[in-house]
């Protein structure tokens, strides 16, 4: 065997073993690109849910308090009226 065959042999080697551990990172890709469409789309299934339930969370929550602000604020216009008529009718005193 000559130097130039050995130097042939050489670089076949070298291209076989660049070849073989390329492909470990490429399978390696591809099978985490692979799992992340799956995982992707069952993800868009459940944020579909979820935002589902919480619109339904969200319209019950704003229901509810207006429902409970309805009472305090129609006090405290009532309030707030009343305030404003007694303290126009003492201005009202005050002048005469």
């Known amino acids: 065997m000559t130097l130039a ?3 042939d042999i050489a670089l076949i080697l070298l291209a076989i073993e660049v070849i073989v551990i390329s ?4 399978v390696a890709t591809f099978f985490a690109v692979k799992g992340l469409r799956t995982l992707r789309a069952k993800f868009l ?3 579909r849910r979820l935002r ?3 619109n339904q969370i969200t319209g019950k929550t704003e229901r509810v308090s207006k429902a409970l ?6 006090l405290e216009t009532r309030k707030a009226r009343w305030n404003g008529m007694a303290r126009a ?3 009202m ?3 005469r």
């Open 5 to 7: 065959q050995a130097r």
């Open 89 to 91: 009718a003492r201005r």
């Open 52 to 54: 589902l339930v919480l």
């Open 45 to 47: 299934i459940f944020s």
């Open 69 to 74: 602000a309805q009472p305090i604020l129609a």
């Open 23 to 26: 492909l470990v990172p490429l």
């Open 93 to 95: 005193a005050q002048k």
